[in-house]
């Protein structure tokens, strides 16, 4: 299966990345390219419980394929939806629901800053998605 483009984008850019600081800079540099979500999205129900954060989650069905907008108070946490929303965006249900996020976060380099509760809240946000994706 190829990647799409913003996510081979991304593995390209963290894999030019030598170290932990640089990586999470790149990272909090694309948790700034989220679309933002207007207050009225920023409500209960769009909440995603089981996040340390406060993390906002709105998708909708165009295409054949599943986007996402997503919002946190927490930089780094809008930085690792931005690698996933790169990942996952435009996705079927099936493709989301098969999705092996560990893996990515892998190929990014990333995983081993990813605290338990940081993988919480992702795994988190991936359930709340393919919940709605379920629908």
């Not at 600081?21 to 948790?31: D, N, S, T, V």
């Not at 996020?101 to 800053?113: K, N, Y």
């Not at 990813?114 to 629908?135: E, F, H, I, T, Y």
């Amino acid at each position: 299966m190829s990647l799409p483009a913003a996510a081979q984008e991304a593995l390209d850019a963290f894999a030019a990345c030598p170290g932990w600081e640089q990586r999470a800079r790149l990272l909090m540099q694309w948790g700034e390219r989220l679309q933002p979500l207007t207050e009225e999205e920023r409500n209960e129900t769009n909440r995603v419980h089981g996040c340390e954060s406060q993390v906002w989650l709105v998708g909708e069905q165009r295409d054949g394929g599943w986007h996402f907008r997503t919002a946190s108070d927490a930089r780094l946490i809008r930085g690792l939806l931005a690698v996933l929303l790169a990942r996952i965006d435009g996705l079927a249900a099936a493709e989301l629901a098969a999705l092996d996020l560990p893996a990515w976060f892998s190929d990014l380099g990333l995983s081993r800053q990813l605290s338990p509760s940081r993988s919480n809240g992702l795994n988190a946000v991936v359930q709340r998605m393919a919940k709605l994706a379920a629908r």
